[in-house]
């Protein structure tokens, strides 16, 4: 789509954030269905939390611009989900599982919440009236920090990595 003014292009990014969340509103269930550690589980749980309240303030944002949220995919977060669903059909070992979905899901939050800071400033000094749409939108990028700090923490904390293979 040709995007004529600062306002059109605020309003595709917005649909765009507002596919990627309601995608893994989707799918962070069945994440946190198949992890078998206790605390992925909680915090998978916690995140899918935050991430229903980022779907809300886009709700909100739409409503304020008297735009429709709906009528585009975001295809990077369609790619991720794929790969991580197709982790979990595979299988095998719970703790390397549960590494490969701590991985998947550090890959999925940069395409959330962080995207509006990118061009804030120069939507801002252009549309000085859409403010307080990218304040409601930047709000979600630090529970959405904080999640993948969750994540992170887990990585950290127990999951076993193997050892390199003593040479013959």
């Keep these: 789509m040709k995007n004529e003014n600062l306002r059109e292009l605020l309003v595709e990014e917005l649909k ?3 596919s990627a969340e309601n995608q893994l509103t989707k799918a962070l269930p069945k994440v946190a269905k198949n992890s078998s550690d206790p605390q992925l589980k909680k915090a998978i749980e916690s995140h899918l939390k935050e ?3 980022h779907v809300a303030r886009l709700e909100k944002i739409f409503e304020k ?3 429709s949220p709906k009528g585009k995919t975001c295809e990077g977060m369609k ?7 197709e982790r979990i059909k595979e299988g095998g070992e719970p703790s390397v599982l549960d590494a490969g979905l701590i991985a998947d899901a550090q890959r999925v ?9 990118a061009n804030e400033r120069s ?3 252009s549309k000085r009236r859409l403010r ?3 304040r409601a939108a930047r709000s979600g990028a630090r529970r959405t920090g904080r999640a993948n700090y969750a994540h992170s923490g887990r990585a950290r904390a127990g999951v076993p990595i ?5 040479a013959a």
């Design 109 to 117: 939050d940069p395409i959330g919440f962080r995207e509006p800071s």
């Design 162 to 166: 193997a050892s390199p293979r003593k």
């Design 16 to 18: 765009d954030l507002y």
């Design 123 to 125: 939507w801002r000094r």
């Design 79 to 85: 790619g991720l989900i794929t790969e991580a669903d």
């Design 132 to 134: 307080s749409e990218w």
């Design 51 to 53: 991430t229903e309240g």
């Design 65 to 67: 611009l008297d735009e």
